[in-house]
């Protein structure tokens, strides 16, 4: 049973940082992509960031590229989205998954199979 614990998310003003951890309990199979996607307020789920095991190679979507920054720690299977320049539309429920293998389409959350419970990021003005 795979279990992804996300923590880190708060409330903060706009141009700060917050750094997310995705705790992830089970194996989940090698290789793998652990990712970030968020929710905003009357959006739909949208992908943020993903990091592909294998070949570390990190991805991201043009509009958090150069603020954000993922990565993971194998050791302690855990996946890490460090956050800065926050800007009031970051504002969104953060959300932690993996998928199994290599997947190719980053985005696409129809292809990752766990799902952690989310994290609430706010920025304000």
């Known amino acids: 049973q795979v279990q992804l614990v996300e923590s880190g998310g708060g409330a903060v003003q706009a141009g700060g940082s917050l750094r997310l951890s995705c705790a992830a309990s089970?194996?989940?199979?090698?290789?793998?992509?652990m990712g970030w996607f968020r929710q905003g307020p009357g959006k739909e789920r949208e992908g943020v960031a993903s990091?592909?095991?294998?070949?570390?190679?990190?991805y991201y979507a043009d509009s958090v590229k150069g603020r954000f920054t993922i990565s993971r720690d194998n050791a302690k299977n855990t996946v890490y989205l460090q956050m800065s320049t926050l800007k009031p539309e970051d504002t969104a429920m953060y959300y932690c998954a993996a998928a199994r293998g290599n997947i190719g389409s980053w985005w696409a959350e129809e292809k990752y199979n766990y799902w952690g419970q989310g994290t609430q990021v706010t920025v304000s003005s």
């Open positions: 089970g194996y989940i199979y090698w290789p793998n992509y």
């Open positions: 990091i592909y095991s294998y070949t570390t190679t990190k």
